[in-house]
């Protein structure tokens, strides 16, 4: 929200907010594709088969 409010009034921050949205796309991808979740939708997998 700070940073959409400094777009707001100064443009000039436009690369700080696009770069924060590509790390927060990435951590959300290094999350998804954990092996943490890939173990606990096997579990999902294997309680309805």
């Given amino acids: 929200m700070i940073v959409a409010r400094l777009i707001d009034t100064d443009p000039v921050y ?3 907010f ?3 949205e590509r790390e927060i796309e990435r951590e959300k991808e290094k ?4 092996a943490v ?3 606990r939708l096997l579990l999902a ?3 309805i088969g």
Avoid: F, G
């Fill in 14 to 16: 436009v690369p700080i």
């Fill in 18 to 20: 696009e770069r924060l």
């Fill in 31 to 34: 999350t998804s594709n954990s």
């Fill in 37 to 39: 979740n890939r173990a």
């Fill in 45 to 47: 997998q294997n309680e």
